[in-house]
């Protein structure tokens, strides 16, 4: 609890809010993947997931294995390349000006 | 496009990425009469970029010429405040000099990069480069050691050039995996979370005391702004809109329990940041990985056919202080732009034929900054909790203690702060301790 009463109200919005105001264009294919599997089924930190500002990277359900990834969030910071302590992400350039596209920047 | 010209062999020079070191080094190149072809991957120049930052502008100052009267600024940085957040108070600095308001207002301006990196392009577009967007380089080409080329996503996407140049940003794929730069460990890179909100002009220019032309740049600290994390909050004012985010090394988002989002959604909550970014609405989110590395970080400049520049050369200073990669960027591309004229007049584009890139980058403030300040990544590391924790807890404590109303004297006051602060900063030895550690912040 805040001990100052008057602070205004701040809006909290959810990934999904904030990824809205953004301007997106699909790729078919995933630009982001694992090299292998058995890495991420032996992992236990899910580094990937913790650094992710936009929910790309997802550990759901109880189950231990390849996170799931949602490649169409992606805010192409490429944080997970750097977060992975096995160097299992494969991370390309989304092609042909698709993905992101930044107005304010 | 309907007729795709053959560019295969036809420049002096292919740039990777159309940010401000790549413009630079067009730009650069083409006023002397080199031919360039700039290749961006996103839809227009400054598409795929994003800062938590200023634009400084002395070196596209004196390279736009007249030109720069055009340039698209959103406002002069008029104010800049330093405010130290424990979890529910600040400490804060803020200076507002009387010349930073005159032309050319320490060359300093918030920009949004959309609109700014687009007209920096068309300036060496103007001056005769060409630019492809839409297109991503995926790899480079060789001839035996030599790099002769790049690899598109475009149909018969191989173009040969004598001379390549990176400037591919801080998640530098193509670079990385040409081996010409080695993989930063997660302490050495930051990632950088912002939201982009829109207000009206007037609630802008009232909250941060503005005027029409005027911005400010409001940097936080401490836990109030990113937990025990190196980094901090920021706040920067364009015309319309609010750039808030929050910046913390990649090893320090991985230990915080909440994810980056929830990181900027406390921040904002914060409430000496509340008063300043309510209402509103949000227009962009966005993030970016920072290298934050320092000269340590800086690879191998100049290859047989190839040169680093910007962000992708990890020319980016943070000393906690001074937060600045455009001006960086923008010199790294001026003077490898030079270094490769001279070398393509001689016949050349052998790593030792393009050495006065590096030798002119090592003696221009570029590398002194970086050099000068290379200790500062591993010092902040191993003093976070004291920086970013205690030292913010303390200061509010001492603060609330000398300035306390009660039947005391003030010298009672005066004496219990310092006793506290002493305290904080583990007595007399401990406070010599650090004087000595820390002298360097201050030199």
Redesign the interface.
């Known amino acids: 609890m ?3 009463p008057k ?7 959810s ?1 999904e ?3 809205y ?2 301007k997106y264009t699909d790729h078919e294919d995933s630009h982001l993947g694992v090299f292998e599997d058995e890495t991420c089924l032996d992992c236990e ?1 899910y ?1 990937c997931v ?6 790309v990277w997802r550990n759901e359900g109880d189950e231990d294995g390849v996170p799931l990834i949602a490649y169409e969030n992606c ?5 997970c ?3 992975c302590p096995y ?1 299992n992400v494969i ?7 698709t ?7 | 496009m309907t007729e795709r010209p053959n560019f295969d062999d036809y420049f002096d020079a292919i740039v990777v990425g159309a940010g401000l070191a790549g413009s630079a080094a067009a730009l650069t190149m083409a006023q002397q009469d080199l031919e360039v072809l700039l290749i961006e ?3 227009y120049p ?6 938590g930052g200023t634009m400084y502008t002395p070196r596209i100052r004196e390279l736009t010429g007249e030109g720069f009267e055009d340039a698209p600024v959103e406002r002069h940085l008029g104010t800049k405040r330093f405010g130290l957040l424990s979890t ?1 108070d600040e400490t804060a600095m803020s200076i507002k000099p009387g010349q930073w308001q005159e032309s050319p207002h320490n060359d300093t301006y918030t920009v ?3 609109n700014f ?1 687009e007209w920096f392009a068309d300036q060496a577009i103007e001056a005769g480069a060409t630019l492809i ?4 380089v ?1 790899d480079l080409v060789r001839e035996g050691e030599s790099i002769v080329g790049v690899e598109t ?2 149909p018969d996407g191989t173009i040969h050039a004598p001379m390549v140049v990176l400037a591919e940003g ?2 530098s ?1 193509v670079s990385e995996a040409a081996d010409l730069k080695e ?4 302490e050495k ?1 930051a ?3 912002k ?2 909100r829109k207000y009206d002009r007037e609630t802008i220019e009232e909250r941060f005391g503005l005027g029409e032309d005027d911005g400010a740049a409001y940097h936080y600290f401490g836990e109030g702004a990113c937990g025990g994390g190196v980094g901090g909050g920021f706040i920067y004012t ?1 015309k319309r ?1 609010l ?1 808030i985010g929050v910046a913390y090394t ?1 090893s320090d ?2 230990e ?1 329990d909440r ?3 929830e990181l ?2 406390d921040f ?2 914060h ?1 000496a940041v ?2 300043l ?2 209402g509103g ?9 920072i290298p934050e590395g320092g000269a340590s970080s800086v690879p191998e400049l100049a290859h047989d056919g190839a040169v680093i520049i910007g962000d992708a050369a990890s020319l980016l200073l943070n000393n906690g202080i001074h937060l600045e990669g455009t001006n960086m960027a923008v010199e790294s591309g001026y003077l490898a732009g030079n270094a490769i004229v001279e070398a393509i007049h001689a016949g050349r584009t052998d790593a030792a034929a393009l050495q006065s890139y590096p030798e002119e980058l090592e003696s221009s403030y570029v590398m002194e900054n970086l050099q000068n300040y290379d200790w500062f990544s591993d010092f902040a590391h191993d003093e976070k909790q004291f920086l970013f924790q205690q030292l913010p807890k303390a200061l509010t404590e001492a603060e609330l203690e000398f300035f306390k109303q009660d039947y005391e004297p003030k010298e009672t006051h005066a004496k219990r702060a310092k006793n506290m602060l002493l305290r904080a900063a583990g007595g007399w030895t401990g406070a010599a301790k650090k004087a000595w550690k820390y002298r360097k912040l201050l030199s």
């Open positions: 805040s001990a100052h602070t205004p109200e701040i809006e909290r919005p990934i809010d904030r990824l105001a953004n930190t580094d913790s650094v992710c500002p936009a929910n805010l192409e910071c490429g944080s390349r750097w977060a160097d991370w390309e350039n989304p092609p042909n000006g993905g992101m596209t930044y107005r304010y920047g | 991957r996103g839809n400054g598409a795929k970029n994003v800062f529910e949004l990069r959309g990196d967007t839409e297109t991503t995926t996503d475009r801080g998640n794929l993989t930063d460990p997660p890179v990632i950088g979370v939201e982009v364009n809109t750039a990649i988002a991985i915080d994810k980056p989002d900027l959604s904002k909550e409430p509340a008063p970014v309510k609405r949000v227009v962009e989110y966005s993030a970016k990985s």
